[in-house]
């Protein structure tokens, strides 16, 4: 079974929204191809429902929270937190007025949802980032970008960094290709693409972290998936033959949530442990980093999905392999196992 078109993982984690997009004024997302209406009660806990009133099918994103509950700006139909209608103007509240609700968790500065059978929503399973939790070491900068292609597009630009040198000029020079190291390998079901470039001039980007940057300094990019597409990717530079402690680190995350099998909620987050608690230099690095994303990766990812067509099957094409694409098909292969594994289950249950 491919991994696209709409089989998605269920039984796990996504993103539905950055903490501070959620508030009591309710907002409208497409997750997984459903439409789920985000809000926080007057209390301030977070609330996920089937974006549709059972009534009219008007969105309940166009209402307004009351308490714990949301009224739908139609009819007045009153949906509390678990789903189930608990006011109705027009007469009794019946029990088949409900909706679907679905559990959230609020960590990391993001809203996580679960599309999945509610029992197994264990929190214990969310991704680890522990990074975006060292304040007084780490700043992190973050954005979310609508990427009009299949995730798993967005999951194989991530991690196939060779493209950094021809596609980011402001990230690296193209004749840095050579002379880097390259390893990839699998544990459990997390892949890991390390390179390391060694004495190699500063890109502009690592310029910024640098008061008075050197000439040249040892790189690396590394980085991590996991399933279904969460990837954290380690960038820094040394100074040559420099502790990677003592160096600029530049860790980014990027977590990726499919709205349709067309569409990518991509949401990021680039820190640093430089120039920390300064928020002319926060605008700076966002900025850049957004400009990065949506102008270069964003734009031939695009392009690629229009090249493909209505297909979010990229592998029937049987495109070209270079050696940058093994740790991609690799978090491919996997991905699909684990859906497959996971329909089979499914429909072994009585
Ligand atoms: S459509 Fe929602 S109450 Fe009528
Ligand atoms: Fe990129």
Same mark, same amino acid.
């Given at each position: ?14 993103v ?24 926080r ?22 209402? !307004? %929270? ?6 739908? +700006?139609?009819?007045?139909? @009153?949906?509390? &937190? *678990?789903? $189930? ?49 060292r ?23 991530l991690l ?20 880097? !190291? %390259? ?6 079901d +997390?892949?890991?693409?390390? @390179?390391?470039? &060694? *004495?190699? $001039?500063?890109?502009?980007f690592?310029?910024l ?19 279904p ?29 499919p ?13 640093r442990?430089?120039?920390?608690n ?19 990766? !964003? ?35 996997i ?5 497959s ?9 009585p």
């Open positions: 079974m491919l991994a696209s078109n709409g089989n998605f993982l269920k039984d796990c984690w996504y539905a929204a950055m903490s501070q997009e959620v508030s009591t004024k309710p907002l409208g997302r497409t997750l997984l191809e459903r439409a789920v209406v985000l809000f009660t007057e209390e301030g806990a977070v609330v996920a429902l089937n974006d549709r009133c059972p009534h009219r099918f008007v969105p309940l994103s166009l209402g !307004k %929270v009351i308490g714990s509950s949301i009224q739908c +700006t139609y009819h007045g139909l @009153r949906f509390g &937190p *678990n789903g $189930s209608c608990i006011h109705n103007p027009h007469g009794k509240v019946a029990q088949r007025l409900r909706i679907d609700a679905y559990p959230t968790i609020e960590r990391y500065g993001y809203i996580w949802i679960w599309f999945g059978d509610p029992s197994k929503s264990d929190p214990s399973t969310l991704p680890n980032m522990p990074l975006l939790e304040e007084e070491e780490f700043t992190f900068v973050r954005g979310v970008l609508s990427v009009n292609a299949n995730y798993e597009l967005v999951t194989d630009n196939d960094l060779s493209h950094i040198e021809y596609l980011h000029p402001a990230l690296a020079r193209a004749e840095g290709v050579e002379g880097q !190291k %390259v390893e990839f390998f699998r544990e459990n +997390t892949v890991i693409a390390n @390179r390391w470039k &060694p *004495n190699n $001039s500063l890109s502009t690592a310029r972290f640098w008061d008075c940057p050197p000439s040249s300094g040892d790189g690396r990019a590394n980085i991590r998936w996991q399933p597409a969460f990837l954290y990717l380690d960038i820094g530079v040394t100074e040559v033959g420099g502790k990677v402690e003592e160096g600029v680190c530049t860790p980014s995350i990027h977590l990726l949530t709205a349709t099998p067309f569409r990518t909620h991509y949401f990021w987050a680039q820190g442990n430089r120039r920390l300064d928020s002319e230099f926060d605008r700076k690095l966002w900025e850049m980093t957004d400009r990065i994303f949506r102008t270069e990766d !964003k734009l031939v990812i695009e392009a690629q999905q229009a090249s493909l067509g209505e297909s979010a099957d990229l592998l029937s094409m049987r495109p070209l392999l270079l050696e940058p694409d093994a740790p991609a098909m690799m978090a491919r292969r991905l699909s196992q684990r859906i594994a996971e329909a089979a289950a499914e429909s072994a249950e």
